[in-house]
């Protein structure tokens, strides 16, 4: 299991109990960012702290991540993928912080999973999905050289929300080319 991926301003590490509070904070607690994902929002401390159990557990057993800020290890998101089937890989998630966007780091997140898929795991396949709504997330696929695969309805679990989910892909051919154009 590879347990730390970095990259300019970002280390993508597994989850640590002195996390809790500025991943509860920053990410858990947005009622604004839970809008675009799958997740329930982690009203008070001791959800939080269950939560954070949960998580260092997944963490360990998957290619997930929290993203901290090199500068001060504060946890600002988190990240993973999934292997859907042989090669085939998937994002798990990949959220930063309102207050820590528009700084580049989603598309540096997106960069280190993509070396992640071809380079360490020798993948040949990688599905990005976002909410149809969420301008952010799909603009920062697009910047990533990924192109559209499809569109699927959905209903979210706690809520029974429905949404739309696009989905987007970078095959091995078009990372290696984009790898070889920035040469």
């Known amino acids: 299991m590879i347990e730390r991926l970095e990259t300019k301003h970002l280390i993508l590490r597994k989850a640590k109990l002195k996390d809790l509070n500025s991943i509860w904070k920053n990410i858990w607690s947005d009622k604004h960012i839970a809008e675009n994902m799958l997740w329930q929002v982690t009203d008070n401390l ?3 702290k269950k939560r954070m159990e949960r998580t260092i557990k997944y963490q360990s057993e998957h290619y997930a991540y929290f993203v901290c800020l090199k500068t001060t290890d504060e946890a600002i998101g988190f990240c993973g993928v999934n292997e859907q089937e042989k090669g085939n890989y998937e994002e798990s998630g990949i959220c930063i912080a309102t207050k820590y966007q528009g700084r ?6 997106v960069s280190a999973l993509k070396d992640l898929v071809f380079s ?4 040949e ?11 952010k997330s799909k603009r920062v696929c697009l910047s990533q050289g990924f192109k559209y695969l499809k569109s699927e309805s959905h209903i979210r679990e706690y809520d029974k929300m429905k ?3 696009d989905y987007y892909y970078l095959d091995k051919e ?3 080319q ?4 920035s040469k």
């Open 46 to 48: 001791e959800e939080a």
């Open 178 to 181: 984009e790898k070889n154009q």
């Open 104 to 109: 580049g780091y989603g598309k540096e997140v």
């Open 120 to 123: 360490q795991l020798k993948g």
């Open 125 to 135: 396949k990688f599905i990005y999905g976002c909410f149809q709504s969420n301008e």
């Open 163 to 165: 949404y739309i989910s």
């Open 174 to 176: 078009m990372y290696e």
